[in-house]
């Protein structure tokens, strides 16, 4: 059974960004997450939080990336909810250190992110809920 908020098996992303695997285009990773959130109508809080949230996400692959293969960040759209899932490939991936400051931050504001070595490859993926705004009387 599926992590609440992760893709299904098999499930094709709405959107798929291929980058190389350096530090240097992590910010158009995060300019891309907030796009598509502001389209699923996510407060600026939200937004600020993912972007945040998929910035560690990033801060926690990248080190074990094999530099000739692409960060790959794949998006789950459906309504009032953005899913993200950051890939690289490497030689000699682990488990990312849950007691590390990057894993704290990011499970802070995308609980339930989970990170996973899946043969030559490690994903992590976050999802988030935008907050319904109950009009005023």
Do not use: K
């Not at 899913?83 to 990011?106: C, K, M, Y």
């Not at 339930?112 to 994903?123: C, I, K, M, N």
């Amino acid at each position: 059974m599926p992590v609440a908020g992760t893709p299904e098996e098999g499930q094709r992303a709405d959107v798929e960004l291929r980058l190389p695997a350096d530090s240097a285009y992590v910010s158009v990773l995060r300019t891309t997450t907030a796009s598509l959130a502001a389209r699923l109508d996510f407060t600026i809080d939200d937004i600020e939080d993912l972007r945040i949230a998929v910035g560690e996400a990033c801060a926690l692959v990248l080190p074990d990336a094999d530099p000739a293969s692409p960060l790959v960040a794949e998006f789950f759209l459906s309504p009032g909810r953005l899913t993200v899932r950051v890939t690289i490939n490497g030689s000699e991936l682990s488990q990312p250190d849950h007691d590390s400051f990057a894993w704290q931050v990011l499970d802070t504001l995308a609980p339930g992110a989970v990170a996973e070595v899946v043969g030559d490859s490690l994903l992590v993926t976050l999802s988030m809920q935008a907050e319904t705004l109950e009009p005023s009387l």
